[in-house]
């Protein structure tokens, strides 16, 4: 071997060693990064004939597990759809109370039923009179500021979904650069680890927003599809997709109530668009919330309605009245409801209608008893209207022996295709305020809970990721020490060359 082709040996391996130093410098410097896999050199030994020849230095790759990868990007939205849910329910769960505490439903339908229970054993005294308003008016406040809440949480889901959209098209222009740029990368041999690690911090970003999964072509380019199949554009243009402002009153709905879908080029895809963020706000905005939110215009039309059954108009509407059943969907007349009920302004006006009554009931064979109010005049011991109500508009009977009207669970809301979770009940008011607390309540607890065992496994899933990809700073440093040897090495074989050479010049001359 001669001396020349030494010394290209060595130069060599100084040239692969460089790049290593640089590959472990860089990795070192992103150990904390999100989503850095950790790139490691590619070489090959050289001969001919045998002989070695040195090294090439190829591209640098990324050490990565493909199924490990996909399985924490499915993962990434599973958590923060339940995070995303998570948090609108705690906030409905603050306004719902604690069964039992005095500021829930169920406590303050049983301060309303106590306050008349008092009354019927003086039903002359003024302020047991006032006592019962008092104690009517706490319970529409209660049930106007859950309505409130859920209005809240709704309008909070539907702005989400244009933030997240926002970022939806953001990172999708993202992997399409950077795809871009791998693409025109490969036919050169050239590293893109450092490219596919930008576009895999792009792609977890997308996972927070959808269910979605990638392939990787011979190329470089990236496909992106969601859950269902649909195909994510990485290189249509700016933002294609796109869903319009709104405001989420009662009544409105998706897709026929005023409420926008998620459109991708002109297009509805929002029932699409699974998973994460977007999936979870799409689920708050069009069933969860509208869901709750009829359970408790049930409530309060079925509350107004069982005390006029028995002859006190005690709850209505901002108008005077008491919104009427039977409509087509089942709720159609009083959708919303609970978000303006209120004390009748009559009897705020004149306490004295909870012993008296404010209308005369005919009475039937399927409803309620007849009842004439206590005239004016009549006498101050008058029990008939409060012993109707604590007897039969608190109880689970309208008349003896009559059942009460069953609420509504099915076909609730605007458009009719709500359900709620619990049975439908004919039972008395406290049942299905209960049953309504209870749902919810719970609902929101299995959130919590399922949020806290998905995130152990995301956990436990990037624990994994990082033994695999991440970056091992005992492995740079073992490697980085190996390379100062190898480096010492080529160094000495150069500087021995140069001596041999310097040899023979002083030969020659």
Same mark, same amino acid.
């Given at each position: 071997?001669s001396?020349?082709?030494?010394l290209?040996i060595?130069s060599?391996?100084?040239?692969?060693?460089?790049?290593?130093f640089?590959?472990?410098?860089?990795?070192?410097?992103n150990?904390?990064?999100p989503?850095?896999?950790?790139?490691?050199?590619?070489?090959q030994?050289?001969t001919?004939?045998?002989?070695?020849?040195?090294?090439?230095? &190829?591209?640098?790759?990324?050490?990565?597990?493909?199924?490990?990868?996909?399985?924490?990007?499915?993962q990434?939205? #599973?958590v923060?759809g339940l995070?995303t849910?998570?948090?609108?329910?705690?906030?409905?769960?603050?306004v719902?109370g604690?069964?039992?505490?005095?500021?829930?439903?169920?406590?303050?339908l049983?301060?309303?039923q106590?306050a008349?229970?008092?009354l019927l054993?003086?039903? &002359?005294n003024?302020?047991?009179?006032?006592?019962?308003?008092?104690?009517?008016? @706490?319970l529409a406040?209660?049930i106007?500021?859950?309505?409130?809440?859920?209005?809240a949480?709704?309008?909070?889901?539907?702005?989400d979904?244009?933030?997240?959209?926002s970022?939806?098209n953001?990172?999708?222009?993202?992997?399409?650069?950077?795809?871009n740029?791998?693409v025109?990368?490969?036919?050169t041999?050239?590293?893109?680890?450092?490219l596919?690690?930008?576009?895999?911090?792009?792609?977890q970003?997308l996972?927070q927003?959808?269910?979605?999964?990638?392939v990787?072509?011979?190329n470089?380019?990236?496909?992106v599809?969601?859950?269902?199949?649909?195909?994510?554009p990485?290189?249509?243009?700016?933002?294609p997709?796109?869903i319009?402002?709104a405001? /989420?009153?009662?009544?409105?709905?998706?897709?026929?109530?005023?409420l926008?879908?998620?459109?991708?080029d002109?297009?509805?895809? #929002?029932?699409?668009?699974?998973?994460g963020q977007i999936?979870a706000?799409i @689920?708050?905005r069009?069933t969860t919330l509208?869901?709750?939110r009829?359970e408790?215009?049930e409530?309060?039309q079925?509350?107004?309605s069982?005390?006029?059954?028995?002859?006190?108009t005690?709850?209505?509407?901002?108008?005077?009245?008491?919104?009427?059943?039977?409509?087509?969907p089942?709720?159609?007349?009083y959708?919303?409801?609970?978000a303006?009920?209120q004390?009748?302004?009559?009897?705020t006006a004149?306490?004295?209608?909870?012993?008296?009554g404010?209308?005369?009931?005919?009475?039937?064979?399927?409803?309620?008893?007849?009842?004439?109010?206590?005239?004016?005049?009549?006498?101050?011991?008058f029990t008939?209207?409060i012993?109707?109500?604590?007897?039969y508009?608190?109880?689970s009977?309208?008349?003896?022996?009559v059942?009460?009207?069953?609420?509504n669970?099915?076909?609730l809301?605007?458009?009719?295709?709500? #359900?709620?979770?619990?049975?439908?009940?004919g039972a008395?008011?406290s049942?299905?305020? /209960?049953?309504?607390?209870?749902?919810?309540?719970?609902?929101?607890a299995a959130? /919590?809970?399922?949020l806290?065992?998905?995130?152990?496994l995301q /956990?436990s899933?990037?624990?994994?990721?990082?033994?695999?990809?991440?970056?091992?700073?005992? @492995?740079?440093?073992s490697l980085?020490?190996s390379?100062?040897n190898?480096?010492?090495?080529?160094?000495?074989?150069?500087a021995?060359?140069?001596?041999?050479?310097a040899?023979?010049?002083q030969a020659?001359?």
């Open positions: 071997m001396i020349g082709s030494v290209s060595a060599g391996g100084l040239a692969n060693i460089n790049t290593q640089a590959l472990i410098s860089q990795n070192v410097a150990a904390a990064t989503s850095y896999a950790v790139e490691v050199s590619t070489q030994a050289l001919a004939d045998g002989i070695g020849m040195g090294v090439h230095t &190829g591209a640098a790759t990324r050490q990565i597990d493909q199924a490990l990868q996909a399985s924490v990007t499915q990434n939205a #599973t923060t995070q849910t998570q948090t609108a329910l705690q906030a409905i769960d603050s719902l604690t069964p039992g505490a005095g500021s829930d439903l169920g406590s303050l049983g301060n309303l106590t008349f229970s008092t054993t003086n039903p &002359g003024q302020t047991q009179q006032s006592a019962v308003v008092s104690s009517a008016s @706490t406040q209660g106007n500021s859950l309505s409130a809440a859920y209005t949480q709704r309008q909070a889901a539907q702005d979904l244009g933030s997240a959209v970022t939806l953001s990172a999708l222009a993202t992997i399409g650069q950077i795809s740029q791998i025109a990368l490969k036919p041999n050239q590293s893109t680890a450092d596919e690690n930008q576009r895999d911090a792009a792609v970003t996972s927003l959808l269910n979605v999964k990638t990787e072509l011979p470089g380019d990236l496909s599809f969601t859950a269902s199949g649909l195909t994510l990485t290189r249509d243009g700016a933002n997709f796109a319009a402002s405001s /989420t009153p009662p009544g409105s709905a998706y897709p026929a109530g005023g926008p879908g998620i459109t991708l002109g297009s509805d895809v #929002t029932s699409q668009m699974a998973g999936g706000d @689920t708050l069009d509208p869901t709750d009829a408790l215009d409530f309060a079925g509350l107004s069982r005390f006029a059954a028995q002859g006190l005690l709850f209505t509407d901002p108008s005077g009245n008491v919104p009427a059943g039977g409509g087509t089942a709720q159609a007349g959708i919303g409801y609970a303006t009920i004390v009748n302004p009559a009897v004149n306490p004295s209608l909870v012993r008296d404010t209308n005369a009931i005919a009475g039937s064979a399927a409803g309620a008893s007849a009842f004439t109010p206590n005239p004016s005049g009549g006498p101050a011991g008939d209207l012993a109707r109500i604590v007897t508009t608190f109880g009977q309208v008349q003896s022996g059942a009460q009207p069953a609420l669970t099915n076909g809301g605007a458009s009719g295709n709500l #359900t709620a979770p619990f049975g439908a009940s008395a008011l049942d299905f305020v /209960t049953n309504l607390v209870a749902s919810q309540a719970q609902q929101s959130t /919590t809970s399922n806290t065992t998905e995130q152990a /956990t899933l990037n624990a994994k990721v990082s033994a695999v990809s991440g970056v091992n700073m005992d @492995t740079e440093m980085m020490l390379l100062q190898a480096y010492s090495a080529n160094a000495r074989v150069i021995a060359v140069q001596s041999m050479f040899q023979l010049l020659v001359q």
